[in-house]
């Protein structure tokens, strides 16, 4: 058992009650929740407290992974946590406690992004997490970028 925390700052161009709906939604997430070509299928989404959510995430041709988040703390637009559970043929890879905080700014807000996770499988899954998150979060900045501030 391997791990770690990842913390990623960024600055976005929305207000936090508009960050904070790209950042949580289901059908947005999909849009920015894999990394660069991957893709992120909802199965079932249930955003609320205790509420679980299963989602599938990788290649196109076959997004063989398979997850489960759970929400802990919804405190809209401020913060959310929630833990995701992710496996693949059967056998559990790794899990994540994720924590988002949005605080206003002069040009939209600030969010803080972290990412405690475990590894089932050793080392290597721990940086299939980090890049996950970075590659996610360049397409969660892209996203933000084009919607309107207003």
């Known amino acids: ?19 904070f709906t790209l950042m949580t939604d289901a059908k947005m997430r999909e849009i920015w929740g894999a990394p660069g070509d991957a893709v992120l299928e909802m199965l079932e989404a249930d955003m609320r407290v205790g509420g679980l959510e299963r989602h599938r995430c990788g290649p196109a041709e076959n997004p063989e992974f398979e997850v489960e988040t ?3 703390n919804i405190d809209a637009p401020h913060a959310a946590t929630y833990t995701e559970v992710i496996e693949a043929g059967g056998m559990r890879l790794g899990a994540s406690l ?7 700014s002069d040009t939209g807000c600030a969010a803080t992004i972290t990412v405690a996770v475990v590894s089932f499988v050793g080392p290597e899954m721990i940086a299939e997490f980090r890049a996950g998150w970075e590659g996610g979060l360049a397409k969660l900045d892209t996203l933000a970028s084009g919607h309107d501030a207003g």
Do not use: A
Not at 1 to 19: A, E, K, V, W
Not at 98 to 104: F, G, I, K
């Open 98 to 104: 994720v924590t988002y905080t949005l605080v206003p």
């Open 70 to 72: 759970r929400w802990y």
């Open 1 to 19: 058992m391997t791990t770690d925390t990842f913390t990623f700052d960024r600055d976005f161009p929305l207000p936090p009650d508009r960050m």
